[in-house]
């Protein structure tokens, strides 16, 4: 059974960190590449970071590009979302998810699998 399990979330002021972890199992970890998307009220859900298997290949949304940092260690089977510089038109729920191609993952659809979320809040 796939399970992918977010962790890191929280409420924190603006121009503050966090860091969103995500622990894969059930899978072959190594093997995917791993994303993170968020949903904030009224809106849809939205791509925001993605690396490939290796972590050779690694996408940003412009909305994040510069404050967020992706990550993973594949010993771990755990992959990171470093945030920095927060503001809270970032605050939503923070979805980790995996998919055996890349593509999927950066372009924001076709994911194999999503974990349950984790709510970031940013305050003014």
């Known amino acids: 059974q796939v399970q992918l399990v977010e962790s890191g979330g929280g409420l924190v002021q603006a121009g503050g960190s966090l860091r969103l972890s995500c622990a894969g199992s059930?899978?072959?970890?190594?093997?995917?590449?791993m994303g993170w998307f968020r949903q904030a009220p009224g809106n849809e859900r939205e791509s925001i970071a993605a690396i490939s298997w290796s972590g050779g290949r690694i996408y940003y949304a412009d909305s994040v590009k510069g404050r967020f940092t992706i990550s993973r260690d594949n010993v771990k089977n755990t992959v990171y979302l470093q945030m920095n510089s927060l503001k809270p038109e970032d605050t939503a729920v923070y979805y980790c998810?995996?998919?055996?191609?890349?593509?999927?993952?950066?372009?924001?659809?076709?994911?194999?699998?999503w974990g349950k979320g984790t709510l970031v809040t940013v305050s003014s």
């Open positions: 059930g899978y072959t970890f190594r093997t995917y590449a």
């Open positions: 998810a995996a998919d055996g191609d890349y593509s999927d993952l950066a372009k924001g659809y076709g994911v194999d699998y």
